[in-house]
């Protein structure tokens, strides 16, 4: 039986409400409905948190200015340590990287991370928020947000691989078919091949099909050090790292080298630096399961291209084969990621959450068979913040 | 200004954020919105990693040395290097289906982002006729400069095939 890593951080309990754009309950009932579910899993009372770290992206997009000033009054957080943390759409799992930071070093041994989204409660402006990432003098008056950004993204990599929009089909059908899975997912309704092109397009080439949902919920999680941890109860973090690139989408286009707007060079820096640190030599061989941040299906090639599950320009041919179906080879999303689940501010750490169920077995509806080592990733901004997680059973250490 | 509602027996809390602020363009962004009234896009070298960059900086995030005062002009015409055709209504911009390129400038290192002009964008099926990664296109500049990046748009050279 392999011993408990004394080094590494250890996710022991996870919460999470159900997602919709619009719930009835207020935010702080959502933070602490996910946060009470958390420590039950982890089998932990309030008392026992030495730090919380609290998730959460802009606050125009729910609307409360600063929830961490209120956080206090709703979470065990008199009296410890608590840092908010942002950076767009990676914002969860950077909160979970945090938290990873604050056992290794000795600074606490138990830590809650927590945020919640509520976007469904914003009756007009989402996007003109979205467009505030980008520079006022010279990018904020062009309409670029999160869909044209992805659009751009998305005209590049067709470009370079050669592939149509057309192949790309499958990836949505398969995704949104996982949603259905998941009781807890936002979007529970499959798609046919017939209906992603039957959809609207926002931006070319990018349809609505093919769009994540604004999602409202929460989600927490409870970290701790390997003292605290029950070997066969726990989701070792065996490796996190993050990377940031430019803020400038045309500095990853012309003379950029690797580094280009049609790939995810920030993701697959933080995925070399994650492996390096999990003792992963071959992930495409080594990895059982992924949870990546797709929430647009035209990003998915790109990231686990990035992520280094197949070699450039190969994922989409993958799919089609069936490599990333629920009962393939290396599942991809089981859950339905990003694309049926989008709560800004925590859909980092439900990737990493949901990772980290997979491989406790605790995924019910939708557990694969083997998750002895899986990927949770987060990403932000107009890509400029990649994190990425490999989590594992402890006999999986036995390995590395 | 909060107010409270009951909808369907749900108590909801109103609430509105209308802010305005006007930004300091910056030193270096001050200087490239001047020249474009003069029909000119200029750029700044990094001394160190030699990349011409556009929109100009003065710094060099990858190297975070100081670019060089000499700007150079870039331009004004340049290669596609990715487009999109928006066709969602999106609030405060203007009614689709309009075009945006991030086009190259002939002699920078990075590709600068506007709106497109130009195109017959009705049909999608055959926007790669008009307009592909590789295009070249020009920087066309609008006679009542106004000192923002909107002072000129892309169009793609009429050399290009185009759709009727």
Partial sequence: ?400 | MTQASTDSGQIKISSSWALEFEHAAGHAAERFLRALSDGVLLASPCPQCERVLCPPRDFCERCFVRTSDDWQEVGPSGVVEAFTVVHAAFEGYRKPPYGVAYVRPDGASTALGNFLEGLNLSDLDTIGDAIAIGSRATAVFTDSPQQTILDFHWEVDGDQEMTS
């Avoid at chain 1, 159900?18 to 009932?29: E, M, N, Q």
């Avoid at chain 1, 409905?33 to 730090?51: F, H, T």
């Avoid at chain 1, 609307?63 to 000033?69: N, V």
């Fill in chain 1, 1 to 400: 039986m392999t011993s408990k890593p004394q080094r590494l951080s250890g996710i022991v309990g996870v919460g999470m409400t159900r997602f919709k754009t619009l719930l009835p309950a207020s935010f702080w009932d959502l933070i602490q409905e996910a946060s009470v579910q958390a420590l039950n899993d982890a089998r932990m009372e309030p008392g026992d948190i030495d730090a919380v770290v609290f998730a959460q992206a802009p606050d125009p997009l729910h609307g409360l200015g600063h929830p961490e000033y209120t956080a206090p009054d709703f979470l065990p957080m008199a009296g410890k340590l608590s840092l908010r943390v942002h950076t767009g759409g990676a914002t969860g799992a950077s909160a979970v990287q945090m938290g990873d930071w604050l056992i290794r070093s000795g600074r606490a041994r138990r830590v809650l991370v927590v945020g919640a989204e509520k976007m469904g409660d914003n009756v007009r402006g989402a996007q003109e928020v979205l467009n505030k990432i980008w520079d006022p003098p010279y990018e904020s008056a062009l309409p670029l947000n999160t869909i044209t950004m992805t659009a751009l993204q998305a005209c590049r990599y067709l470009h370079q691989t050669d592939t149509r929009i057309e192949e790309l089909a499958s990836i949505a059908v398969r995704l949104r078919g996982n949603g259905v899975r998941n009781s807890k997912a936002h979007l529970r309704k499959p798609l046919t091949h017939d209906e992603v092109f039957d959809s609207p397009v926002l931006a070319h080439p990018l349809r609505l099909s093919m769009v994540c949902p604004r999602s409202s919920g929460a989600c927490a999680v409870v970290m701790s050090d390997a003292e605290g941890a029950p070997s066969d109860d726990v989701a070792w973090v065996r490796g996190i790292a993050a990377r940031t690139n430019t803020y400038f989408m045309g500095d990853k286009m012309g003379d950029c080298g690797p580094n280009d707007h049609g790939r995810q060079y920030e993701t697959q820096l933080a995925a070399e630096d994650a492996y390096r640190q999990a003792g992963i030599t071959d992930p495409a061989k080594q990895v059982d399961v992924a949870e990546p941040y797709v929430p647009f299906v035209t990003q998915e090639p790109m990231t686990l291209e990035s992520l280094g599950l197949c070699e450039p320009g190969e994922s989409v041919r993958l799919s089609e084969k069936g490599m990333w179906d629920y009962n393939g080879k290396l599942p991809v999303s089981p859950s339905g990621g990003v694309l049926c689940t989008n709560p800004i501010s925590v859909s980092g750490m439900l990737r990493i959450a949901e990772a980290a169920q997979q491989v406790r077995r605790k995924a019910g509806d939708h557990q694969v068979d083997r998750a002895d080592v899986a990927i949770g990733a987060g990403q932000g901004g107009s890509i400029q913040f990649s994190v990425v997680s490999v989590l594992g059973t402890t006999s999986s250490l036995a390995n590395a």
